[in-house]
C-alpha cells in the first residue's frame, strides 16, 4: 500500500527524489480519495510551482476516518489487545524508520514548506525521531497508584486508580513544522494507546503522508493512525464529531478557540498550543556576542515561523544600539534562498497569503510610527522571499508589538528599569516562551520566576527536549506538549473501591 497513485502524473517542478504523483489519505489502512473526488494542490513556496495533488478531504472524509478510528479501538481489536511491550517496540521502529527516511522527508519537509532543508535534515527529523524514541519508553510505563481509603479503618477498603487511553482522538496541526507537529501529536497518542484521526494543514500535508506510510511499515495496525487531508472544514468537522474523544490542536490562537467552541458538543477533551508573542531580554552584563547571535537565530531561524520565535527584543539601554547593529549584521549575513539549495539559512514564507500578512504588519508598523531599521521587503518577485526585518521605535500598544506576526520580524525596544521589564515582559495575552541574556546568575533565575511563560530560557533559544514539556500559559494554550506530561492529555483516571469485609 502506498500513498501515491502512479496510474497518474502530473506537470510539476521535477525534483530528483521527489514523487510528482497525486496522493492519497490513509483511512483504516487503505489510500484512499475523498469521498467527493475533489483534490487540491499543494505548492512550492520557493517556484510558486504546483508539487502534487492531495485529496481535499470534508466532513464525509472525516466520518469515515473517525469510524475507522473507533473500529480499531474496540476492546478486542488488534491494538487494544497488544502488550504494551509490543506497543514500544513498534513506536520505537517509527523512530528507526524516521531516522532511516530522513534525508527524503527533510527534501519533501523543504519542498513543501519551504525551509531550508538542511534544518530539516538536521533539527526537524532528529527531533521527530527522537519523540517516538522517548514516547517508546513509556507504553510499559503507564501507571496508577494505590491509594489507602483516607476515611476507614485500615483493610476495610482496596482502593487504586488506573490509567486508560482516552479513546479516539482528532488532532489538528500547523504548517511551520509539519513533521515534527505530527510527532508531537502522534507519539504520545501511540504510547498512550488511543486509535486518532490527523489533519496536516492545507499548506503542508506531504511529509505527514509519507510519514503515515512508515507509521504502517512499522506495524501500527490498521485504523490505529488515519491522515484526512484538507482544510479548516475538515478540521471543524474534526473539532466537532460527536464520537471523537479528545482534540489536540497546535494552531492560531483565533482557530484555537473555534475548537473550544465545537468540543462543546459532546465535551470532548482538548488541549492546545497556540502562538506566541516571546520576549527576549538582553541585560547589559551579558555576553553581546552570544546575545546577538542567539537573539538573530531566535527570530529569524524557520523564516520566524515559530511559535516560540523571540519576537520582542528588550535591550538595557546602554547597549541598545550595539545589540541592535549586531543583529542588523547577523540579518544580513543571512543566506535567503530555496530551501533544497544549499547554504540556504532562509526559505520563503510558506505562502503568498503569509508573505502578504507579514508584508502588512511592516506597513501597519510603518503607520504606527515605527521605524524599519533592517529589511522589510519582498525579495524578488518569484516565489515568497522576505527579507529579515527589524523594527525599531516601537510602543507597547502598536499591532507590530500585540500581535504574533509569524514571520521574520522582530520588534525592538531598550528598558532602563530592571523592576519594569518583566512588567513589559508579561504585557501580552500570550505566554508561550521567553528568554533573559545576563552572566549574572541571580538576575536570570529571578527574571525567569517572574515571567508567566511555559518556557524560559536562559543565554541560549530555541532548545527543547522530548523529555521537557512545553506548552503555553494564558492564551498560548492548555496543557503540555512532550515529556511525560503530554501522556495525561491522552489518559483517563480510573478510580477503583473494592470493600474486603
Ligand atoms: P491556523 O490557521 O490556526 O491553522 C492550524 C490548523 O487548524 C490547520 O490545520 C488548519 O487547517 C486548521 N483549521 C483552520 N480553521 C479551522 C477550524 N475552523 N476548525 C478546525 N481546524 C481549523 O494556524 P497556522 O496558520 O497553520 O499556524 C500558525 C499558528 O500556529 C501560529 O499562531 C503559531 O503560533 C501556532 N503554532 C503554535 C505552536 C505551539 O506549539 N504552541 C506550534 C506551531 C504553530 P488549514 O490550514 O488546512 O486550513
Ligand atoms: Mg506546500
Not at 105 to 117: Q, R, T, V, Y
Request: charged share 20%; proline share 6%; glycine share 10%.
Amino acid at each position: 500500500m502506498t500513498a501515491v497513485d502512479e496510474s497518474r502524473t502530473l506537470e510539476t517542478t521535477a525534483t530528483p527524489g521527489f514523487d510528482p504523483a497525486p496522493r492519497k489519505m490513509l483511512i483504516g489502512g487503505e489510500w484512499v480519495d475523498a469521498v467527493d473526488g475533489d483534490s487540491f494542490d499543494t505548492v512550492d513556496p520557493a517556484t510558486e510551482r504546483v508539487l502534487t495533488t492531495v485529496p481535499r478531504g470534508r466532513a464525509a472524509d472525516v466520518d469515515r476516518a473517525v469510524r475507522a478510528a473507533r473500529a480499531a479501538f474496540a476492546p478486542d481489536s488488534p491494538w487494544r489487545r497488544m502488550s504494551p511491550a509490543e506497543r514500544g517496540r513498534i513506536i520505537h521502529r517509527i523512530g528507526d524508520l524516521i531516522l532511516e527516511h530522513a534525508d527524503e522527508l527533510a527534501l519533501i519537509e523543504s519542498l513543501d514548506n519551504g525551509k531550508p532543508m538542511f534544518y530539516a535534515r538536521h533539527a526537524d527529523l532528529p527531533l521527530t525521531a527522537d519523540l517516538f524514541h522517548y514516547m517508546s519508553g513509556w507504553a510499559t510505563k503507564i501507571e496508577g497508584n494505590t491509594i489507602p481509603f483516607s476515611s476507614a479503618a485500615p483493610g476495610q477498603f482496596l482502593s487504586f486508580t488506573t490509567k486508560e487511553p482516552v479513546g479516539v482522538v482528532g488532532q489538528i496541526i500547523p504548517w511551520n513544522y509539519p513533521v515534527m507537529m505530527a510527532s508531537w501529536k502522534l507519539a504520545p497518542v501511540l504510547a498512550a494507546g488511543c486509535t486518532v484521526v490527523l489533519k496536516p494543514a492545507e499548506q503542508t500535508p506531504l511529509s505527514v503522508l509519507r510519514l503515515a506510510e512508515l507509521i504502517q511499515e512499522a506495524g501500527v495496525p490498521d485504523g490505529v493512525v488515519n491522515i484526512v487531508t484538507g482544510d479548516g472544514e475538515a478540521g471543524a468537522a474534526l473539532a466537532a464529531h460527536p464520537d471523537v474523544d479528545k482534540i489536540a490542536f497546535t494552531g492560531s490562537t483565533e482557530v484555537g478557540r473555534l475548537i473550544v467552541q465545537a468540543a462543546a458538543g459532546n465535551m470532548k477533551k482538548v488541549t492546545l498550543e497556540l502562538g506566541g508573542k516571546s520576549p527576549n531580554i538582553v541585560y547589559a552584563d551579558a555576553d553581546l556576542d552570544k546575545a546577538i547571535a542567539t537573539s538573530a537565530n531566535a527570530i529569524f531561524f524557520n523564516q520566524g515561523e515559530s511559535c516560540i520565535a523571540g519576537s520582542r527584543l528588550y535591550v538595557q539601554r546602554s547597549v541598545f544600539d550595539q545589540v541592535l547593529e549586531g543583529i542588523r549584521e547577523e540579518a544580513k549575513k543571512i543566506r535567503v534562498g530555496r530551501g533544497i539549495d544549499e547554504g540556504t539559512q532562509m526559505g520563503p514564507l510558506v505562502s503568498a497569503e503569509q508573505l502578504d500578512r507579514v508584508l502588512g504588519y511592516v506597513g501597519t508598523g510603518r503607520e504606527e510610527g515605527a521605524t524599519v531599521y533592517s529589511g522589510g521587503s519582498r525579495i524578488g518577485d518569484q516565489g515568497f522571499f522576505m527579507e529579515p526585518t527589524i523594527l525599531t521605535d516601537t510602543e507597547p500598544q502598536m499591532r507590530v508589538v500585540a500581535e504574533e506576526i509569524f514571520g521574520p520580524v522582530l520588534v525592538a525596544s531598550p528598558f532602563d528599569d530592571l523592576d519594569d521589564i518583566a512588567v513589559a515582559a508579561n504585557d501580552t495575552p500570550y505566554g508561550l516562551a521567553a528568554g533573559v541574556f545576563t552572566k549574572d546568575v541571580a538576575k536570570a533565575f529571578t527574571t525567569a520566576s517572574a515571567i508567566r511563560a511555559g518556557t524560559v530560557w536562559i543565554n541560549t533559544w530555541n532548545v527543547i527536549d522530548a523529555a521537557l514539556p512545553f506548552g503555553g500559559y494564558k492564551q498560548s494554550g492548555w496543557g503540555r506538549e512532550m515529556g511525560r506530561e503530554v501522556l495525561e492529555n491522552y489518559l483517563e483516571t480510573k478510580t477503583v473501591i473494592a470493600e474486603l469485609s
